[in-house]
Structures are given as C-alpha cells and as structure tokens.
C-alpha cells in the first residue's frame, strides 16, 4: 500500500483555497483607497489605536517571559536558559518591528 502525503491527497482543496484567498486579496485592497475629498481622521485614529494595543500585547506577551527567562538563566548560570530569552527578545522585537511595518505601508 503506497503512502500519501497531505498535498497530494488535498490538493484541488489546497489550490482552490490558495486562489480564494488570492481574489480576496485583490478585491480588498481597491475597498481600502479613499476618494478624493473624503475624510478619513477617524479612521487613521483607530487604526492607530489599534495597532498600539496590538504593539503592547505583542511586548507584553512576548517580552515579558523572554526577559524573565534571561534573567533566570542568568542568575542560574544557564546558557540555554539565558540564550532563550535573548532569542525571544530578539523575535519579539522583530515582530513589534513588521507590526510597524505593516502598519506604514498599509495605512
């Protein structure tokens, strides 16, 4: 009995979804463009808004138990331990750093 992986057996499935996604995408982004003469203040304040409070969950849920695990490694002598949370930090920071990202090119 021959063995198939996940791809080979969803495929059309995997296919037909990847295009979904892909017409959503292209109809969305023209929803997104203002017209002339249109207002758009409060919608760049809640955009800010949000995407502050997306900023601090990501440091606090990601940064705080990095810089508790450094500290503990430290304090333990515990290379892998400290190592860690300086890989945390380091990844923390690179996603808050693709939220701002994000958030300059998008809006």
Request: aromatic share 6%; no cysteine; net charge positive.
């Given at each position: 009995?021959?063995?198939?992986?996940?791809?080979?057996?969803?495929?059309?499935?995997?296919?037909?979804?990847?295009?979904?996604?892909?017409?959503?995408?292209?109809?969305?982004?023209?929803?997104?463009?203002?017209?002339?003469?249109?207002?758009?203040?409060?919608?760049?304040?809640?955009?800010?808004?949000?995407?502050?409070?997306?900023?601090?969950?990501?440091a606090?849920?990601?940064?705080?138990?990095?810089?508790?695990?450094?500290?503990?490694?430290?304090?333990?002598?515990?290379?892998?331990?400290?190592?860690?949370g300086?890989?945390?930090?380091?990844?923390?920071?690179?996603?808050?750093?693709?939220?701002?990202?994000?958030?300059?090119?998008?809006?």
């Amino acid at each position: 009995m021959k063995m198939k992986g996940f791809i080979q057996n969803n495929k059309k499935k995997i296919i037909t979804a990847t295009t979904a996604l892909d017409v959503i995408a292209l109809s969305v982004s023209r929803v997104f463009a203002a017209p002339a003469g249109v207002d758009t203040a409060a919608y760049s304040g809640m955009v800010d808004i949000v995407f502050w409070v997306a900023t601090i969950a990501i440091a606090a849920g990601g940064g705080i138990p990095s810089l508790i695990k450094l500290v503990q490694g430290q304090a333990d002598e515990d290379h892998r331990g400290r190592n860690a949370g300086i890989a945390g930090l380091v990844i923390t920071g690179a996603v808050i750093g693709a939220a701002a990202a994000i958030r300059t090119l998008l809006f």
